[in-house]
């Protein structure tokens, strides 16, 4: 049954991240000054909905292994898409107009909108202009208005009431399209400095982590700009600490947790492109430009995560389900096997 659950959720992962994405390289057709709003506002919910899955699922309670104990986890994230990340307002672009006020996320509707770029190049006298359709949006792949993402994790009690938690998703590969994550955190039992008066089924540690995920994505013969090597990279950076707090008893534990989370992304798009525009010029000509790794974008999320879950506790496994409060909130649910 875990490995079904692992399994399943790692092919809705596939399915979702690895679709063939078409005309989001026209994007490149807009100016120096709006490409990167652009690409900025299309993947948007794509980088926040990732930060956010990476921080989730560290913890089912704040009670530590005993040494060399361990557990292995299968868990997934299913993270909402809010409905103001499906669309962005066509606003703040200087040479870009469209047939319509909006347009889609990547995780919004399909679209019949066009988008009009013209402007005057850099030292020159003349204007050039292009007209392009929007790339779609991808909402199909949403269960629910979430994002369901899958993960792995292997802790291991360590001397003086701490644990090691990895995490690693191998590399995953559909349609041109690659991902692959790891990460590493300390669960640190804060309760052995206490000596309070009875047992009591409460504990307090403190957690952090560490993790990196790294995606790209190939254009291959999809692309309506001729060039070579036409890709897509996106790279990202998690780091978090906090407390997580619970109450634990033989077969029930109630945990929460309050955790600073920093995350940056970078994503770029590379390879070599032959942008061809219409020019005001007196004989019609065609301008061709070339240009190349054209996008680099950066982009940071620091938030406060706040959590509330229950783990339900059987002899050598351990189901839970939990939930995240964020601008992306989170449904996480999963089950454990191992050695308390």
Known sequence: MKKILFITALLIFQNNIS????GVENFLLASEDDKDLLVSNYFSPLFKSLQVSMNEGWSR????HKKFGFDLTFFASAVEIPSSEKSFELTGFSNL???SSTSPTIFGQETDETFTVDFQP???NYTISANFPAANGYGSVLKEGRLILPNIQFSIGLPFKTDLILRYIPESKFKGAKLSSLGFGIKHSLMQYFKPGKVLPLNIALLTTHSSTDGSYSFGSNSQISGNNQGMKLDIKSFSFGLVASLDVKVLSVY???IKVN???VFQINGDY????ESSLSNGQNILINVTDPVSIVNKLDYLKKNVGLSINFPGMKFFLDYTI???NSINAGVSIGIR
């Open 19 to 22: 679709q063939n994405i078409t």
């Open 61 to 64: 309670s704040a009670k530590t």
């Open 97 to 99: 107009s469209s047939s």
């Open 122 to 124: 850099q030292g020159e």
């Open 256 to 258: 929460t947790s309050i």
């Open 263 to 265: 995350t940056k992304s």
């Open 274 to 277: 032959v942008l061809n525009y």
């Open 326 to 328: 964020h601008d992306y």
